[in-house]
């Protein structure tokens, strides 16, 4: 079975920075397609996307602020996030193993979107004028 838990959320003020880390038992990261998503209010947003073959994206809204890195010893992603906004603020889930592409924005529950098969079960970050 495959399980994926994020941690590190939080809240804090606009310019701060936070940490999101995924792990994952069951699945393996290296050499994987596996994504960062956050869910505001009805629409899911992708935050980052790293494809298997190492190449990273980031949608306008958070490139140059947002850097994902992996593990690969510890089987973990994290997600550096600078200068923070409060429309940064959204329950950030991170996904693994791409099953199609339905877009940067989604609209509904990050969880119902099937454009991959495995999904964390969410970390809240609240980022406060």
């Known amino acids: 079975e495959v399980q994926l838990v994020e941690f590190g959320g939080g809240s804090l003020q606009a310019g701060g920075s936070l940490r999101l880390t995924c792990t994952a038992s069951?699945?393996?990261?290296?050499?994987?397609?596996m994504a960062w998503y956050r869910q505001v209010g009805n629409e899911c947003e992708l935050v980052t996307i790293s494809?298997?073959?190492?190449?990273?994206y980031y949608p306008d809204s958070v490139k140059g602020r947002f850097t994902l890195s992996q593990d690969i010893a510890k089987n973990t992603v994290t997600l550096e996030m600078n200068s923070l906004k409060p429309e940064d603020t959204g329950v950030y889930y991170c996904?693994?193993?791409?099953?199609?592409?339905?877009?940067?924005?989604?609209?509904?529950?990050?969880?119902?979107?099937?454009?991959?098969?495995?999904w964390g079960q969410g970390t809240q970050v609240t980022v406060s004028s």
């Open positions: 494809n298997r073959d190492g190449r990273l």
């Open positions: 069951g699945f393996t990261f290296h050499n994987a397609d």
């Open positions: 996904a693994a193993e791409r099953r199609s592409w339905g877009g940067n924005v989604i609209v509904g529950s990050c969880l119902k979107v099937r454009d991959f098969g495995y």
